[in-house]
Each structure stands twice: as C-alpha cells, then as structure tokens.
C-alpha cells in the first residue's frame, strides 16, 4: 500500500476591502429585511422562534448579527414569517435600503483603513435608518 501524501495547505489571501465591505452590508440588510418583515406581520420574536422551533434568543441573536444566518434558518425564517426567501436576498431597491447598505459598506471600508473591526450590525442599520435597533 502506498501511502498518501498529507493535504498541502493553502495559504489564505486577504480579502480585498472591497468585496468584505460589500459582504458585510449585504449581510447588514438581510437582517434589516428579516426584522421589517417580523414587524409587518406583527409577530414578536418569541412567536417567530416557536414557529422554527428555537429559543427566542435565536431570533433576537440573527436580528442583532451575533449569530450568522445559514441558508436553512434563512428559509425557516421566512416560512414562519411569510415571506418568499427571496425578497430577503434580493438587491436593495428601495432608498432607504440603498442608503442603508452604502453607508455600511463605506463604514466597513473606514474602519478597515483605520485598522478596526467592522461595525456592529445593530449599528449600522440605526446609523442607516436613523431608527432605534435594539430592544423592539
């Protein structure tokens, strides 16, 4: 038997600013999306969690950014919330979401060129918005 050789690791290239700053925001408005399609249907977190079977603090934790989003909480989401997945992911389109994801996206860019993280999702959508994040 011969035996294999150990897999060669690869070296991980920095991503361009550009492109972790477009992530970000395109992050930022899915919650943006998730959280106004909470409110229209008039639901509170603790009715959205019973739904996908979770504990409130999922829905509160996806909401403020502390937890990422996988694609089959995503579509648990937005069958508990009634909305096609795809209006989640969609392009933004209306100003306020145009304004939302250009001022995160240049957000993230300022605080990679001063050498920081970058910011919390809960404040760049009230940075975005002008409308209070937390606590609803």
């Known amino acids: ?15 361009p600013a550009d492109v972790e700053a477009a992530e970000f925001a395109d992050r930022v408005l899915v919650l943006y999306r998730l959280r106004q399609a909470r409110d229209a249907a008039g639901l509170r977190q603790e009715e959205v969690s019973a739904a996908v079977g979770r504990r409130q603090t999922f829905v509160s934790d996806i909401e403020m950014g502390k937890r990422e989003l996988s694609v089959q909480s995503l579509l648990a989401l937005s069958r508990a919330l009634g909305v096609p997945p795809e209006a989640l992911v969609r392009a933004p389109s209306d100003p306020v979401e145009v304004r939302l994801h250009d001022l995160t996206r240049s957000a993230v860019l300022r605080a990679r060129n001063e050498g920081r993280g970058p910011p919390l999702v809960w404040e760049a959508i009230e940075a975005g918005t002008g409308r209070e994040w937390r606590y609803k």
């Open 1 to 15: 038997l011969q035996r294999s050789q150990p897999p060669q690791r690869v070296e991980k290239r920095p991503r």
